[in-house]
């Protein structure tokens, strides 16, 4: 992180990156400023291309980390192959997420996505999307949370359930769980 960020700006990037998208009146808040200042802060976090804010809210910029294939394109993680998401592009485009949870998040944000993929847990293979069967609600947060554990297959999802319990689910249903956990964090 560059130093000539303040303390303030990098706590907010760090909430950003945990909740995704955050209200400016709830980063006041929490921050105990007035939301003047944190129109302030936000100004020099949107200038340098990390943020974007919107009516009223705030979200970490999409394209932020696009120059660097090395960093998920949605909260600015280190992709790690073993959790790594890719998402091809119409435009011939590619964007990597750190993991399926951003990936999906990804996915649903960006409607020009033709393709994608995730990788297996167990086995680190990559295995399409669609394809994939996904453990979510589960204690294990080996990456962004809600964790969302990606499978190539059920059986080897039920295997993990066993074990670490949680919710096996299509991708479909995933990407609900996760938008409807973002926007019980944001209304709480
Ligand atoms: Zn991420
Ligand atoms: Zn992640």
Not at 121 to 126: E, P
Not at 166 to 175: F, L, R, V
Request: aromatic share 6%; with cysteine; glycine share 6%.
């Amino acid at each position: 992180m560059d130093e000539t960020y303040s303390n303030r700006q990098k706590s907010i990037l760090k909430k950003l990156e945990q909740s995704g998208e955050i209200s400016i009146q709830l980063l006041a808040d929490s921050l105990a400023v007035s939301t003047m200042t944190i129109h302030r802060d936000l100004n020099r976090l949107e200038s340098a291309g990390l943020v974007v804010k919107k009516h009223g809210s705030v979200a970490l910029s999409a394209n932020r980390a696009a120059p660097d294939s090395n960093t998920c394109a949605m909260c600015g993680r280190a992709v790690n192959d073993r959790t790594a998401f890719t998402l091809n592009l119409t435009n011939g485009e590619q964007l990597r997420a750190c993991c399926a949870h951003c990936g999906l998040m990804l996915q649903q944000k960006i409607e020009d996505v033709w393709q994608s993929f995730t990788t297996d847990f167990l086995h680190g293979h990559v295995v399409s999307t669609p394809q994939a069967v996904f453990l979510i609600e589960n204690e294990l947060t080996i990456c962004c949370a809600p964790s969302v554990l990606t499978f190539g297959n059920r059986k080897d999802a039920e295997r993990f359930q066993k074990g670490f319990g949680g919710k096996i689910a299509g991708m479909e249903e995933t990407i609900e769980y996760l938008h409807g956990m973002m926007h019980a964090k944001k209304m709480a």
